[in-house]
């Protein structure tokens, strides 16, 4: 297969991606935060202790406008920032407990939707899309961090 091919597939797939992962969360309370704030506290939930520079870089914010949205979820207590041990100079984003509870919450949802999605999928193709998804992780979404 050549690789503009593969581009193609891959364009795809993170388009339809992009469309599953709306259908997933469309009915999902997000307890009156933004869709953008939604995206912060995702990436501060799966990554753990991250700076604002790295969820501006990720989102594709600037950096003021990513310091605006967590000083927002900060006064909400969702989200705490404290001094990097390493090097004093960097603060560390963390959730909250509650900031926690409320994405545990909202994952558990998503994880509903998701198992409706795959009622009708056999157990062999939930064992290829787990491997598939290992593969993508390895092979292509490691090298891009």
């Known amino acids: 297969m050549d690789k503009h091919h593969l581009f ?12 599953v992962t709306q259908a997933l969360t469309q009915n999902v309370k997000l307890d009156h935060i933004t869709a953008l704030q939604y995206k912060i506290l ?8 991250v700076t604002a520079t790295e969820i501006s870089d990720c989102l594709h914010m600037s950096l003021p406008n990513t310091s605006r949205e967590l000083r927002k979820l900060q006064e909400r ?7 990097d041990q390493a090097d004093r100079r960097k603060q560390v984003i963390r959730l909250t407990l509650e900031g926690d509870k409320m ?3 909202v994952f558990n949802s ?3 939707n ?4 795959l009622h009708s999928v056999s157990p062999e193709d939930v064992e290829a899309i787990s491997g598939a998804l290992t593969l993508l992780e390895e092979k292509l979404f490691q090298h891009s961090k």
Request: proline content about 0%; hydrophobic content about 40%.
């Open 8 to 19: 193609q597939q891959f364009v795809a797939f993170t388009t339809n991606l992009h469309q």
């Open 42 to 49: 995702e990436y501060i939930k799966v990554s753990q202790a």
């Open 77 to 83: 207590q969702l989200i705490e920032k404290t001094n």
């Open 103 to 105: 994405m545990t919450d």
């Open 110 to 112: 998503i994880e509903e």
């Open 114 to 117: 998701f198992s409706q999605l």
